[in-house]
């Protein structure tokens, strides 16, 4: 990809601040040619184009990222701060601000654990398998919580919000503890770890005050240099109930059976409901099944549904404790769903010294999901559109049949999700694209759109966004005149007067680069 300069940065002023920046972290570790540009793209972006990095540089300490951070305010430089940069269908390693200098700190690996309490302190570059393998190499009693993507990392995926499936699946929630290069250069650390050398920094989780922590997160306030977390004791058992629904509108009284459980912590993690298309999208094409344009027809879905032995929906539940707890738990669900329905569910157990799954729910990392991009050939792609609904199994019926009849209006295959969190449900629609093909990259913009503004007139939006709808989200947020995006705005002005740390992050770009205040 060509040089995209920084906005209002000359050529010999961005060379200067690359040498700058050389200095810090040595020349090797300074990214730009046209090559190096290329890494950085959203390769599962619509248009790579309109968020093209200008150099990246590489620190290997929170020291030299405070150094990279006076210099880029010196120079007037945009940073756009990534842990991995394997964000796929939310804007992987590329920046919101064209021009801006990627932070990837995907060098900065180092892992360390208080076993005793089940914490792990991590850098930014430690990916889920990293995680994984320390874990398991050292024997240590605690599971991991991955992700789909575990080629991601564990502190990204936290501070982008993303969810894993075992009881710990909140990711946001369960740290503790960060250590944050502020936009000065400054460096803090929330909680406890504002007392310097506390045992505590990592355990308890407000400190004295205000508890700075969430500001951190899907923000653009700092730069997380080290980050806390809890970790699930490994369990003694794990039973898994499967269940198969026959009908799309089953969906609504599935919903309403499992939110009281959830609610009252009968089911510890976050039961997701998925359609047919999940499976057959990671093991099949789209060819394999249908040549035709427009939504795949009914009775293709059927034929899809058979092959794999799939409802029109599935629902995964995994319960976690001593086997008479969960194997007691798991008799209570069945009854419990007995009463409402004849549909089978199939039940099984692990325990300690059997093979676990390879899945996430059993807090072994996987990639193997990220096949579904490729369900329409070429260079494949996917974006997410993840409302926040109410707990209510008519309200998310609704919203399944109003997206539902959307996919069918842009002629896209319907692939949805509802996960069931304590007190709310995160509904993903996941839409799968062909990057080669323009006409369904134009339709993905105006379904996209459209979902947005179906979900914005039920009052609700998403709890995460793609680099190229960051704004279009934030104003979905729209109480008192935007008065939240002005209070992000005021706050970036006060910490951020240049506008270096990752403009235009969650739609907040400070009034330097044209945020609203
Ligand atoms: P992953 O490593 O899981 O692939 P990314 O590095 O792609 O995650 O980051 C996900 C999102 O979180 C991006 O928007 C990125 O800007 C932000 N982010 C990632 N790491 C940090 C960090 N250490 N400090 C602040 N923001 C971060």
């Known amino acids: 990809m060509q040089l995209v300069l920084p906005p209002g940065i000359s050529a010999s002023a961005f060379d200067s601040a ?6 810090v972290v040595g020349e090797k570790w300074v990214f730009k040619t046209d090559q ?7 390769h599962f972006g619509f248009d790579q184009s309109a968020h093209v990095a200008s150099a990246a540089v590489a620190p290997s300490s929170a020291e030299e990222v405070q150094a990279l951070v006076r210099l880029a305010n010196e120079h007037n430089i945009p940073l756009w701060p990534i842990s991995r940069g394997k964000n796929f269908g939310y804007g992987s390693a590329a920046p919101v601000l064209s021009g801006s200098v990627v932070l990837d700190m995907s060098r900065m690996k180092k892992i360390s654990m208080d076993v005793e309490n089940g914490v792990v302190v991590v850098e930014p570059g430690v990916g889920f398998y990293d995680l994984y393998d320390y874990v398991e190499e050292n024997n240590v009693p605690y599971w991991i919580s991955p992700i789909g993507n575990s080629w991601g990392s564990v ?3 936290a501070l982008d919000r993303g969810v894993g499936y075992t009881p710990y699946g909140d990711h946001a929630d369960k740290l503790c503890g960060l250590e944050v290069v502020m936009p000065d250069g400054d460096m803090i650390r929330t909680g406890m770890g504002a007392m310097a050398d506390s045992p505590c920094w990592n355990l308890h989780p407000y400190g004295f005050g205000p508890n700075w922590e969430q500001m951190f997160v899907q923000s653009n306030f700092g730069i997380v240099t080290k980050l806390g977390m809890w970790l699930m004791p490994k ?3 794990i039973v898994n109930i499967d269940m198969e629904l026959d009908q799309a509108d089953d969906l609504g009284w599935a919903i309403d059976t499992l939110a009281p459980m959830r609610r009252s912590g ?3 993690q976050n039961p997701s409901i998925g359609n047919w298309l999940r499976a057959a999208a990671v093991l099949t094409s789209r060819t394999d099944w249908y040549d035709g344009k427009g939504s795949i027809p009914e009775e293709v879905i059927s034929a899809i549904r058979q092959r794999f032995n799939l409802g029109w929906w599935s629902i995964n539940l995994r319960l976690y404790g ?4 969960t194997e007691a738990t798991a008799n209570v669900i069945q009854k419990t769903f007995a009463a409402r329905t004849a549909y089978p569910m199939r039940r099984g157990i692990w325990t300690e010294g059997m093979p676990r799954e390879v899945q996430p729910t059993s807090g072994v990392p996987i990639t193997f999901p990220l096949a579904n991009a490729g369900w329409h050939g070429g260079r494949g792609s996917h974006v997410g559109f993840s409302p926040v609904l109410p707990q209510s199994g008519e309200k998310a019926l609704a919203q399944f049949q109003r997206t539902f009849a959307r996919y069918n209006e842009f002629g896209m295959d319907y692939h949805g999700s509802f996960a069931l969190g304590e007190r709310h449900i995160t509904n993903v629609n996941q839409v799968l694209f062909n990057k080669d093909d323009k006409d369904m990259v134009e339709r993905v913009d105006r379904f996209f759109s459209a979902l947005v503004s179906d979900a914005t007139e039920q009052r609700y939006s998403e709890y995460r966004a793609h680099i190229e709808y960051m704004d279009l ?3 979905s947020y729209d109480f008192n005149n935007h008065a939240q995006l002005r209070w992000n705005n005021k706050l970036k002005d006060a910490l ?4 270096i740390i990752a403009p235009g992050k969650s739609g907040i770009w400070g009034s330097v680069r044209g945020g609203r205040a």
């Open 266 to 268: 009968l089911i510890q």
């Open 235 to 237: 369990p003694e058992s």
């Open 496 to 499: 951020d007067p240049k506008g």
């Open 18 to 23: 690359l040498r700058a920046f050389a200095s």
């Open 36 to 42: 190096d540009r290329d890494t950085y793209l959203d």
């Open 322 to 325: 001593p086997a008479e707890i």
């Open 155 to 157: 502190a990204g995926n």
């Open 473 to 475: 989200i934030a104003d």
